[in-house]
């Protein structure tokens, strides 16, 4: 556990409230939510057993998460700035999106003595107001820095997709709409699988004067654990999964407009069991866990490219904050103790434009 003696900056939180909100749980909230058994079983009976696995648990997503919820959860930390990037907003077409910026612009962080730093929304640049939208978003807060789209899309059927097709970033509608964002100078956050990183290498390579920021580490699905129909069944299979994202991120590396978040280690899509034995990692299981990935990606992206983000609520079916941030400081502080001010604050002011 490190003294860090700087307000932290936590470049990936969700926010969300389904009882005001076009939440896609919302009405199932409304009728159950005082109720989180028969809730949890509703939301197992509806929803894709894809989309529960990897949720791991469905208390946090159903809840809602609020500036004071995060407050809570970091414990003696001092976080000073957070982003919040997009959480599935449900009314996603066309315009609708633009609403999930003015209801983050009008939460109360300055209550809980935080500062709302940056926003990322997302749009589609497939559809033909992509460049409108973006402009309505950047009408809507002063905030708004970018967009993210997912393209988490898995070769493994059994594993949820989050987009609508596998090579969502190579789709030549995309990238032409992709070319709105280049212009007006926003960032780009990406979340894939592992197994898409050349899709995003070649995203990266084709607009090199835009930031992007790798979500996750590019979340390498059953890596410790199996997952899926087939993904990380075998010790074989987790050596291949690690070997594969060690070789794709090291050539992500190579694109010097790319950034990646130390984020998302401990979604249960990761192969993690901890939600299943209905207990919660210590630091130590944290540490062990993610130095290896953490070592990987500092030694490629050096101590200027890589950003903390908690990711919570998503992550705490399988540990703390309080955790990972003690376990993720120590894993950094063991590579170079001088990175831990740029990981843990500086990176992400400079990406984000705080």
Known sequence: MQQLDFGIIDAHIHQWDPYSTPHAAATAVKLLGKHPKLLDKMMRMLKPSDLIETLGLTQHVTSPYLPADYKADIGRYAVEQVVHVEASWHDHKGKGVIGETE????????????????????????????????????KASPKFRGIR??????????????????????????????????????????????????????????????????????????LFGPVGAHTGITQTARENILFRWQDDTAELSRCPNV?????????????????????????????????????????????????FASNFPMDSVSTSLVNIIDAFSDAVAAYDPDALSHVFRHNAKQFYRM
């Open 103 to 138: 209801f983050i612009s009008k939460l109360p962080f300055a209550q809980e003595g935080l500062k709302l730093g940056a926003i990322v929304g997302t749009a589609d640049p497939r559809d033909s107001s992509f460049k409108k939208i973006l402009k309505l978003h950047q």
């Open 259 to 307: 950034y990646t978040k130390m984020s998302g280690l401990f979604m249960p899509i990761l192969g993690h069991g901890f939600h299943k034995e209905r207990r919660l990692a210590s630091k130590d299981e944290v540490f062990d866990l993610a130095y290896p990935m953490i070592h990987h990606v500092l030694n490629c992206f050096g101590k200027y490219r890589v950003i």
């Open 149 to 222: 789209k997912m393209a988490a899309a898995h070769e493994d059927r059994q594993i949820h997709a989050w987009a609508d097709e596998p090579h969502l970033y190579v789709n030549k509608k995309f990238m032409k709409g992709f070319e709105a964002l280049a212009a007006l100078d926003l960032s780009f956050d990406a979340w894939v699988y592992s197994t898409q990183l050349p899709d995003l290498i070649k995203l990266a390579k084709a607009f090199p004067e835009t930031s992007i920021i790798l979500d996750h580490f590019g979340t390498p699905a059953g």
